[in-house]
């Protein structure tokens, strides 16, 4: 396989990053290396929920186990619905089959992604500073803050929403705040009444006009690592928001502003965040998405060489339909699949595919969760508020989401290509061949 050999730079190692790693793995690539800029491994904010689509995925990976071990097992649903104020039971929408979905706090989903990569693979403290192109070698001089360097013929942008290798790929664009800000947290169960813990086990929606707080069942007893992670969605303006970064901390008491008035459940909830934390705050977000990227490399037919941006780096989505660390996982397996099984040393052959593959979903799915966001913080008069929401109706936007499996459409689409290219003749040596994903 012509690109196998290639020297590849992975930027980043959030989720995006490490699950191109795994992937590459899995698929045969072995020269490749991680560049992160954080000195250590840590990764902020509440939980996160993998649904089936990406579960299948690292379940191919081999990791379903260590995902189990410290994430939710068996949810008895994947949302149910409440009432903001009265806890009223509004519905609910079931699984979408197996594999279930997981709940897992971010850091232990890269732990769990980190394990199966070698340490010899991964270089942390390195944050970049340029990436120059050496046309005399045909490659990439990488250059770290730390005034190290590192040479690559193929560099993978995972770098996040904020995406220094995307600034060196030209894009000068900004992302769009989405009107909401989110707050995380957690909460013990312990700290919690009997009742109000044994609802929490659930995946649950408070939903309220122009505003929700959603509650993440995480990871399991077993391991000791459960606790109800807290997602609260307020629509907020942008002008209050005074820290130079997306992610900040702030006062429970901003949170407590906002649902004063809801339902006890949720009053315990601000509680036991006051309770867990010891400065009295906890993080906020602001949300922001970007437009859909026209392109995401750049390379030349004629070069074995390139660069292409995965994950939130290219294809950003706001979290109103879980899917921003699901997407990087599909991409990432999806990538490292395809640089694997080409055939040919055409990487911009290779990056179009992937492009092609991959822009469809990922920019429907941004169109979509921006949408869920937009009707989740609906100015719609409290009296008309809970007859307009339709659980039904929700699950039915999301189900192309859920069920898809990327898996079957990689191999489909490869084996496509691989027969096409079979039926050439008198050209067949100048077109791509691709190997059938096992």
Not at 142 to 163: M, N, P, R
Not at 236 to 250: C, D, I, N, R, V
Not at 276 to 284: P, S, T
Not at 329 to 350: H, K, P, R
Request: proline letters at 4%; one cysteine or more.
């Amino acid at each position: 396989m012509a690109l196998r050999g290639q020297r590849i730079a992975v930027i980043g190692g959030g989720i995006g990053g490490m699950a191109f790693m795994n992937s590459a793995l899995y698929a045969g690539l072995e020269n490749m290396h991680l560049y992160e800029a954080a000195p250590e491994f840590t990764e902020v904010g509440a939980g996160v929920n993998i649904t089936r689509n990406a579960n299948r995925v690292l379940d191919a990976f081999g990791l379903k186990d260590d995902m189990l071990w410290s994430s939710s097992r068996n949810p008895p649903s994947y949302m149910e619905y409440r009432h903001y104020r009265t806890e009223e039971y509004l519905g609910q929408i079931e699984e979408f089959g197996e594999p279930r979905s997981r709940q897992i706090h971010r850091a232990h989903l890269v732990e769990v992604l980190k394990k199966k990569v070698p340490d010899s693979k991964i270089s942390k403290g390195k944050r970049l500073v340029a990436v120059e192109r050496d046309e005399t070698d045909d490659c990439y001089t990488i250059k770290f803050q730390d005034g190290t360097e590192s040479k690559a013929d193929i560099v993978v942008g995972c770098d996040g929403i904020k995406s220094r290798v995307r600034q060196h790929l030209g894009f000068t664009d900004e992302p769009i705040y989405s009107g909401q800000m989110v707050y995380r947290g957690y909460v013990a169960y312990d700290d919690l009444t009997q009742e109000t813990a044994e609802l929490l086990r659930k995946t649950v929606n408070f939903r309220g006009p122009q505003r929700h707080v959603l509650t993440l069942p995480i990871g399991n007893e077993e391991s000791k690592t459960d606790r109800v992670g807290i997602i609260g969605f307020m629509t907020e303006p942008l002008e209050g928001w005074t820290s130079e970064s997306w992610l900040a901390k702030a006062p429970v008491d901003d949170l407590y502003e906002h649902v004063k008035d809801w339902s006890p459940a949720v009053q315990e909830i601000i509680h036991g965040l006051r309770k867990g934390a010891e400065d009295g705050k906890i993080l906020k977000q602001t949300l922001y998405v970007r437009d859909p990227t026209p392109k995401w490399y750049s390379a030349q037919s004629w070069q074995k060489s390139g660069i292409i941006l995965i994950g939130d780096s290219v294809h950003s989505t706001l979290p109103h339909q879980g899917q921003g660390a699901c997407m990087a996982i599909e991409s990432g397996f999806a990538l490292a699949q395809v640089l694997s099984n080409w055939q040919s040393a055409d990487t911009e052959g290779a990056f179009q595919f992937f492009q092609d593959l991959r822009k469809p979903r990922t920019d429907k799915i941004t169109k979509t969760s921006y949408e869920t966001g937009k009707l989740a913080s609906a100015d719609i008069p409290e009296e008309l508020w809970s007859q307009t929401f339709s659980p039904g109706a929700v699950a039915e936007r999301m189900r192309w989401v859920m069920e898809y499996d990327l898996l079957a459409e990689l191999s489909n689409r490869l084996s496509a290509v691989d027969a096409s290219d079979e039926s050439k003749t008198s050209t067949a040596s100048s077109i791509p061949q691709v190997a059938r994903v096992v």
